[in-house]
């Protein structure tokens, strides 16, 4: 289980999240939703422990072990992948040689980008499954990639390290409708070989694709609500209004 448990975080001397508790179980699908600036992006950031986001009370738990004040590294060591919302662009590093770095750190190779056999047919493989093109696996990440290209190469990414816990920043924005089945269809992927997804989005077409276990609503840095599907509809019917 991935716990955050009462957790406030700051951001430059402001309070962004403030008392958060959130779980997420093995083999189940949890949503995230919220109007901009309610804090969903702060709270993914402090779990996966972006260094700009202070905690100042709380803690953060991967599988019964506390990890609230260890490295990014460690709590992707862990299990914890996170697809983000806005993939940044990285000059001098092609999207398949992140992976292979990322697989060889996993494995504990000294050498980041030792050949592990059958890995680049495994990232071609991956790639076509996911409708990206083979020329940008070898192109530096994202760079000339449109919106929908960087989406993808964060999910080719996720397919090929298998995350315990996958985390997803609105993965739908820029994508068209064929992009957000196949986002819809890993997470169920995820969630059908027991690994625990946490699903950060505005749309409820891919929410209904999905069929989220739970779902929390934030506001103001706060969990204001959580309960089921119901709760999208409502929110889809009429806006954040009934909660402020």
């Known amino acids: 289980m991935l716990e955050a448990l009462n957790l406030v975080v700051e951001v430059n001397n402001k309070i962004v999240i403030n008392d958060v508790s959130i779980k997420v179980e093995t083999g189940s699908i949890t949503a995230l939703m919220g109007p901009n600036g309610s804090g969903k992006t702060s709270l993914v950031y402090a779990i996966m422990g972006h260094p700009s986001y202070r905690i100042l009370k709380g803690s953060i738990l991967i599988d019964g072990l506390d990890y609230t004040f260890k490295p990014t590294h460690e709590r992707a060591l862990a299990g914890l992948f996170l697809v983000f919302q806005n993939p940044i662009e990285l000059p001098g590093v092609s999207l398949e040689s992140l992976i292979r770095s990322a697989v060889n750190k996993r494995l504990g190779k000294n050498d980041l980008l030792e050949h592990v056999p059958g890995l680049p047919d495994r990232i071609l493989g991956e790639a076509k499954l996911i409708g ?34 996958l985390i997803l920043d609105e993965p739908d924005s820029g994508l068209d409708v064929d992009g957000v089945r196949i986002i819809a269809d890993y997470i169920k992927e995820v969630a059908y070989s027991n690994g625990g997804v946490l699903l950060v989005t505005h749309n409820p077409t891919l929410l209904s694709y999905v069929e989220p276990g739970i779902i929390y609503v934030m506001l103001n840095g706060r969990i204001v609500a959580e309960g089921g599907l119901e709760i999208a509809d409502k929110i889809a019917r009429e806006g954040y209004n009934w909660l402020r």
């Not at 696996?137 to 989406?151: A, C, H, P, Q, Y």
């Open 132 to 165: 990206l093109k083979e020329e940008l696996v070898t192109r530096d990440l994202n760079i000339g990639f449109s919106g929908g290209e960087r989406k993808r190469s964060e999910i080719l990414q996720a397919r090929v390290l298998k995350p315990k816990y």
